[in-house]
């Protein structure tokens, strides 16, 4: 079951969080692995996909915004488009373009930073958008301030936090085929009291002694602890010298689950606005008719019976019955 923990340093500004994607991020793969026109992700996109999709439940667990969380990076390289969006009930759904070889061991830069172009995006969509409101939208590069490339998405969103909110954030992300999984830690914005001095939250950058000690620790957990240690033991671990407060983790209905929009309703009458024409000029080319989702991969598949039946008008429908001969 996925799940997303999150947690406080009692009496210190220092919050944190830990997600794990178990069932989510499998049904992501799985969607994509069965659709015979793309096949199943390459084992580095699988990684990239898989932190992204972790790190945007982080980024949406972080906020209180009625909206999707949309992160997405637009790569210079194979990796073309890879997206993962994340509604505020915690739903997400993830996908990525590829084109051409990826080799087993391609690299970040590899994959989508050839030429230094590529880019990072994080949208925020409300979800009762007034008229002419734009969707709220942050962008960064993919290298570190003396233009070096960067190699891990953790250091990419690190920098955009710290330029959008000024806080201080250390992120820790890993995935493989069963489980995407992230750690988040962040010192929290200066207020009220705290901030008579007048210290404005940039002032702050690097210097809060307690964000740094905790920050180092959250850092020193390998990408196999993330990946295979229960949230528990990972807490117990990391921080067993200072005081955590938990909160009620979000699990179950209320935890990060898959969810698209797409159904094969949907997409029927997607094949009857085409027109009978041209869905039998697919057929007759190809044999059948196949629609993938451009949002989970999902695919579709109409043999000739089924696609004569999106044909027939719902009042002479046949009977649903399997006719046996
Ligand atoms: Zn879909």
Redesign the pocket.
């Known amino acids: 079951m996925s799940e997303l923990h999150k947690f406080i340093f009692d009496g210190l500004p220092v919050r944190g969080m830990i997600v794990r994607l178990t069932d989510a991020w499998q049904e992501i793969l799985k969607r994509r692995a069965g659709n015979t026109g793309t096949g199943a992700y390459p084992a580095p996109v699988r990684e990239l996909l898989g932190e992204m999709a972790a790190a945007a439940v982080l980024m949406q667990g972080n906020i209180k915004f009625n909206g999707a969380l949309v992160l997405q990076i637009f790569g210079d390289g194979p990796v073309k488009v890879a997206v993962a969006e994340v509604q505020p009930d915690f739903s997400l759904?993830a996908t990525a373009t590829v084109v051409g070889e990826l080799a087993d061991d391609a690299t970040l830069s590899q994959m989508v930073n050839v030429s230094n172009q590529g880019r990072c995006a994080i949208t925020l969509d409300p979800k009762d958008r007034l008229p002419g409101q734009q969707p709220y939208q942050g962008v960064v590069p993919l290298f570190g301030d003396r233009r070096e490339k960067l190699e891990q998405l953790s250091e990419v969103l690190e920098h955009y936090m710290l330029q959008s909110e000024q806080l201080d954030t250390a992120l820790v992300l890993a995935a493989n085929d069963q489980v995407a999984a992230g750690l988040l830690i962040q010192r929290l914005p200066v207020t009220g009291e705290g901030n008579l001095a007048g210290a404005s939250n940039e002032d702050l950058i690097g210097l809060d002694e307690h964000y740094n000690r905790i920050a180092i620790l959250a850092k020193s957990l390998k990408r196999e602890e993330l990946l295979t240690l229960d949230v528990d033991t990972i807490l117990r671990r990391l921080f067993w010298e200072e005081q955590v407060l938990r909160f009620e983790p979000f699990a179950g209905e209320t935890g990060p689950r898959f969810a698209?929009?797409?159904s094969r309703e949907r997409v029927s009458r997607m094949i009857r606005s085409l027109g009978v024409a041209e869905a039998e000029s697919i057929i007759a080319e190809r044999g059948s008719i196949e629609v993938g989702?451009d949002?989970?991969g999902?695919q579709y598949h109409f043999d000739p019976v089924d696609a004569a039946q999106i044909f027939t008008s719902p009042g002479d429908q046949p009977p649903v019955e399997p006719v046996v001969h």
């Open positions: 759904r698209c929009s797409c989702c949002f989970c999902q």
